[in-house]
């Protein structure tokens, strides 16, 4: 049972695009949505979160849309370079219970 | 990286023998998680641990034992290493009190033959 969905498994931007990852999840009871950036050869690394009681968060190039009600959440990439090339994973947890539940993982490919 | 060394970084073992992947972190942190990442299926955990002689099992444990006897280090074995478990392991810690980030290691590669 797959509890993040995790969409689309690849995808290819242009420089200068924005690129989108979509994530849903079932559990309503997640409380915690971190999105991992990976690049070849590398363990994943937090790059941006957020907590349901906000429905956005901005970190320089990079922001998170949380919709509560639909149970979904995004990943953004505003002017996306090829240095942003790496696979993204979206993930969920739930406050004191210390299991991160991961999606299956988006490979970007940013093209010049 | 966050003090989380993995060894071997890369092994080619036979069907049906015994393999020990080690972790170990610097950063004395409580939680440690062995994940496996598959194209197409992500990072799926294997076992965790929360502490010494403290573990318990992820989604995908059949075929692999854990121990942690000491804060720092944390072993992963699979006991007849099968073809399906070529794969790349990934080691993470986690402070807990409360905080969620994972830090993940450098990963292993095994290929069994």
């Known amino acids: 049972q797959q509890q993040v969905k995790q969409s689309p498994q690849s995808l290819i931007v242009q420089k200068g695009g924005i690129s989108i990852i979509n994530c849903a999840y079932e559990n309503t009871a997640f409380d915690y949505f971190p999105w991992y950036q990976q690049f070849p050869g590398k363990g994943p690394a937090l790059l941006i979160a957020i907590r349901p009681d906000v429905s956005e968060k901005k970190e320089g190039r990079f922001t998170i849309s949380f919709n509560k009600s639909a149970k979904q959440f995004s990943l953004h990439i505003m002017d996306s370079q090829p240095g942003d090339s790496a696979t993204y994973f979206c993930a969920a947890s739930m406050e004191g219970y210390q299991k991160v539940t991961f999606g299956i993982g988006t490979k970007l490919q940013v093209i010049p | 990286d966050a003090g989380i060394t993995q060894s071997p970084r890369h092994k080619v073992t036979e069907t049906g023998t015994p393999v020990t992947l080690r972790c170990h972190q610097t950063?004395?942190?409580?939680?440690m998680y062995w994940y496996r990442q598959d194209p197409g299926h992500g990072l799926r955990l294997i076992h965790y641990s929360y502490g010494v002689k403290d573990t318990d099992k992820g989604e995908v444990s059949d075929g692999y034992s854990v121990s942690r006897s000491k804060t720092e280090d944390f072993l992963l074995t699979l006991e007849s290493a099968t073809s399906s478990q070529t794969s790349v392991y990934f080691c993470a810690i986690n402070p807990g009190q409360g905080r969620t980030e994972a830090f993940f290691g450098q990963g292993t590669r095994l290929t069994v033959v």
């Open positions: 950063e004395n942190h409580r939680y």
